[in-house]
């Protein structure tokens, strides 16, 4: 049978598990098996478990769990309500203040805890209820969070980076710095829609009040003092330090990020435990229960898509459909729009975390013949992942988002990110001709050897 007929056959075989409801982990790795059964020699299923650990004994794959636990012990606090609570005191102010601190909380808080979903819980639990108090629209408010809550896999801590740093052979240094640039255009789009978005509502409330009297929320002004403004912070900064560290600590070459990983977990633990009184067992135990939880799961998943990956090289599926991409010879931006229209594709129906390790041996290898720095395209290949993530089926954070606030109809959910969807396009478009956003920073602190 030649390649190409194995690699249909694999790609269905893939497509097949998946719609038969199989959870993604075992669909891969009972595909993988599959196939080294029938097509590989009889004594490699003799070595499955050699591969899968040498595929994942890396020491980057190890910073994780670490920064699963400080995430998970920083969204079982309070702190993102206490986030948010500053942001919207110090920004209430400025018109659609109230939306554009749920984004810049949402912004702070992903850096924090290197989350999607305990973004859009921590801080859509107490800015959606805010934003709708005041008059927002449900799907407005909505939206907001869901589309915040996506810079936890763009802005450092980033899981979705570390896969792609070991998957693209990148440095993950570079990869993290890569990805302030950017974070920073996309909370810059997302305010500046918040206000637009805001302006239109409110001229709306105010002429349905001039017309017939129609009271609304949004028309109101909130007030706060200054002390009231600075008694916000205490519970706050001590977060915004840590985030300071731990960056320092991994760009100032004072720690590997495995280590500034178990630093920032043991110190989110330290500050929960003294600003919130988290620090008895039966506190504690959820958020170490969590953390094994989705580590085990995240684990599960990178290991069986590396052995899928690892099948797919061995039968030469992979170096096949590079060198057949390579020899259809596109210009090096149509390439770029086919490879980002498949990543937009498989995220109606993966995560970002398979996404990256079963097309990366595919589509690196022609990226990188056509000239196009991988630092630079993981980045935007991440923020093309991040639409996934609010744009229907799968659309995690949409469904996250339902969770939180179940009365919202799923219909204004999935119409109130739309615009953010296209604003994420904007931001690629961006990057595309203006790539020095996300890669001065790299390039000035740590520039690669030639």
Same mark, same amino acid.
């Given at each position: ?6 690699g249909?056959?694999?790609?269905g075989a ?24 029938v097509?590989?020699?009889g ?5 499955v478990?050699?591969?899968?650990y040498?595929?994942m004994a ?5 910073s994780?769990p ?19 609570s500053?942001?919207?005191a110090w920004?209430?102010?400025i018109p659609g203040?109230l939306g554009i ?9 992903a ?19 805010e ?5 927002y629209?449900?799907g407005?408010a ?14 450092p ?7 792609y ?10 990869l ?5 640039g ?24 105010k002429?349905?009040?001039e017309?017939h ?9 909130d007030?706060y ?7 916000? @912070?205490?519970r706050? $900064?001590?977060? *915004? =330090? /840590? %985030?300071?560290?731990?960056?320092v600590?991994l760009?100032g070459?004072?720690? !590997?990020?495995?280590e500034?990983a ?7 633990l ?13 506190d504690?135990?959820?958020?170490l229960?969590?953390t094994l939880?989705?580590?085990?799961m995240?684990?599960l998943?990178?290991?069986?898509s590396?052995l ?6 061995y039968?030469?599926?992979s ?5 057949a991409?390579?020899a259809m ?6 390439l @770029?729009v086919?490879i $980002?229209?498949? *990543? =937009? /594709? %498989? ?9 990256i390790?079963? !097309?990366?041996?595919?589509i ?11 630092v ?14 609010i744009?229907?089926?799968v ?13 919202i109809?799923l ?10 969807v ?5 931001a690629?478009?961006i ?11 790299p390039?000035?602190?740590l520039?690669?050897t030639r």
């Open positions: 049978m030649s390649v190409a007929a194995i249909f056959l694999y790609a893939t497509l097949s598990a998946m719609l038969a409801g199989i959870p993604i982990a075992f669909a891969l790795g009972f595909v993988a098996l599959a196939f080294m059964y097509f590989m020699p004594a490699s299923l003799d070595t478990a050699q591969n899968v040498e595929e890396s020491i980057t794959l190890l994780i670490l920064f699963i636990l400080k995430g998970a012990a920083i969204g079982r606090s309070r702190a993102g309500q206490d986030l948010y500053a942001m919207h920004m209430h102010r203040g601190a749920n984004v810049f909380a949402c912004a702070l808080f850096a924090m805890a290197g989350s999607s979903p305990a973004t859009c819980s921590a801080i859509g639990s107490a800015g959606i209820p934003m709708r108090k005041r008059g629209s449900p407005f909505a939206g907001i969070i869901a589309a915040g809550g996506t810079l936890g896999i763009l802005l801590p980033s899981i979705t980076m570390i896969l740093a070991v998957a693209a052979e990148q440095s993950l240094g570079r993290f710095l890569a990805g302030i950017p974070g920073l255009l996309l909370v810059a789009l997302f305010a500046t829609w918040s206000v637009y978005r805001f302006r239109a509502e409110y001229a709306a409330a002429d349905a009040y017309r009297g129609t009271p609304s929320a949004i028309l109101a002004e007030t003092s200054m002390r009231q403004r600075f008694s916000t @912070l205490p706050v $900064l001590p977060f *915004v =330090i /840590l %985030l300071t560290g731990v960056m600590a760009y070459g004072y720690a !590997t990020p495995s500034t178990g630093l920032g977990g043991l110190l989110a330290g500050l929960i435990a003294i600003i919130y009184g988290v620090w008895r067992p039966r504690v135990n959820p958020i229960a969590a939880r989705e580590s085990t995240l684990m998943i990178i290991g069986m590396l899928y990956a690892y099948v797919m090289s039968l030469h599926i170096q096949s459909a590079a060198s991409i390579v010879q596109l210009s090096p931006w149509v @770029l086919t $980002l229209g498949l *990543v =937009i /594709l %498989l995220g109606f129906f993966l995560p970002p975390v398979s996404i390790l079963m !097309t990366a041996p595919i690196l290898p022609p990226l990188k013949a056509a000239g196009f720095d991988l630079w395209f993981g980045v935007v290949m991440t923020i093309t992942m991040e639409m996934g993530l744009h229907p089926p659309g995690l954070n949409i469904f996250v988002i339902k969770n939180i606030a179940p009365d109809p219909k204004d959910i999935i119409w109130g990110t739309l615009p953010f296209i604003l994420m396009a904007v690629i478009l990057l595309c001709l203006v790539p020095g956003i996300a890669m001065w920073l390039n000035w602190l520039p690669t």
